[in-house]
């Protein structure tokens, strides 16, 4: 799997939109980018994937550049119960007996302030 | 309604005890998992069943055993606890195989004393 890497931590004003970074420079062809959240003490959170289209859902925005290399999720209005961790995870797609297998790494810290 | 549920929510117990978590999920899945996350947070897979058929199992002690008595069940067995099985236990679901896309339980959070 593509390693991936995002900033520690990052602060947003509730209502502003929070812009979460990730990059996956050896992303390969075949690999979607799937980002999760994890509220303190809950279960991680599936939010959205996308291959090399921009995706939206009820949740958030995926924008994924041309290159592929990096990608970054929109949570267009912050709220404080937005603040969470954030892992972005760069998987083949859904399909076999070796997929499916996630691995988390630090991700970001999203604080969201009144 | 609670889509993945774990049971206890809190287990402490004492080395060398035999302990058992249990998952189920209402949600008509084909695919359940069994993560560790470890006191640096960091989430990892441990075992996939797909209708009661084991097909994911990571590099883990074989003193975890899973079982699936169905395929909206999927419990783990801890044999000798050691201080070291501490740790957050997720299950998740998938409504299919190899998905990744899946919905994690709330946890069961695991004090080896």
């Known amino acids: 799997d593509a390693k991936t890497t995002q900033p520690p931590s990052m602060d947003c004003a509730e209502g502003r939109a929070a812009n979460l970074p990730c990059n996956h420079s050896t992303i390969s062809g075949n690999e979607y980018v799937y980002w ?11 939010i959205i994937h996308g ?12 924008i994924i550049t041309e290159d592929r290399k990096s990608s970054t ?10 603040t969470a961790v954030y892992y972005c995870i760069v998987r083949v797609g859904t399909g076999g007996t070796s997929y499916g297998k996630l691995t988390f790494g630090q991700g970001t810290i999203l604080t969201v302030h009144p | 309604d609670t889509a993945v ?10 080395m060398g005890n035999d302990k058992s978590i249990k998952c189920e999920q209402n949600l008509g899945h084909d695919t359940m998992y069994w993560y560790k996350q470890d006191s640096k947070k960091f989430l990892k897979i441990m075992f996939s069943y797909n ?10 002690p074989n003193r975890f055993s899973p079982k699936s008595p169905d395929k909206a ?9 050691e201080l070291g099985d501490s740790a957050v236990y997720f299950c ?8 990744n896309e899946q919905f994690f339980g709330p946890g069961t959070r695991l004090t080896v004393l």
């Open chain 2, 5 to 14: 549920s774990q049971t206890p929510k809190y287990l402490v117990t004492q």
């Open chain 2, 73 to 81: 069940h999927l419990n783990l067995h801890i044999n000798s606890l």
């Open chain 1, 36 to 46: 999760y959240r994890q509220i303190h003490s809950q279960g991680p959170q599936y």
């Open chain 2, 51 to 60: 209708n009661k058929e084991l097909i994911i199992n990571e590099t883990v």
């Open chain 1, 51 to 62: 291959l090399k289209n921009n995706e939206t859902n009820e949740m958030a925005s995926l």
């Open chain 2, 92 to 99: 998740a679901s998938s409504r299919i195989t190899g998905s």
């Open chain 1, 73 to 82: 999720l929109i949570l267009p209005h912050a709220t404080l119960r937005d």
